[in-house]
Nanobody, 121 residues
């Protein structure tokens, strides 16, 4: 099970930290990702991180603004989001990545329930 939190409304240029609590599987052995779905659009891969947390990858749209991290002891995944833009408005999902690549949208069955982020003035 994956449970996201931390989403809320924020002004452009603001920051947020999303969290994802994992349970029911061996979190430390899995590549994890963040995926988002903007209103009226399909899912978009945002970022991925390998099992140890040493390797990360980002979509071009968030590179340099977002940082993914994990705490395997606490079974937590994080997404630090800075310099937020209106186009970052979406529901954000953490996901287990069965492909183990950390890139691309995992199947929806591996997503959490999501947390809503709204960037608006």
């Amino acid at each position: 099970q994956l449970v996201e939190s931390g989403g809320r409304s924020v002004q452009p240029g603001g920051s947020l930290r999303l969290s994802c609590a994992a349970s029911g599987f061996m979190f430390r052995f899995y590549v994890m990702s963040w995926v988002r779905r903007a209103p009226g659009k399909g899912p978009e891969w945002v970022s991925g991180i390998n099992d140890s947390g040493e390797k990360t990858s980002y979509a071009d749209s968030v590179k340099g603004r977002f940082t993914i991290s994990r705490d395997n002891a606490m079974k937590m995944l994080y997404l630090e989001m800075n310099s937020l833009k209106p186009e970052d408005t979406a529901i954000y999902y953490c996901a287990r990545d069965p492909s183990a690549t950390g890139i691309g949208v995992p199947p929806a069955e591996f997503w959490g329930e999501g947390t809503r982020v709204t960037v608006s003035s």
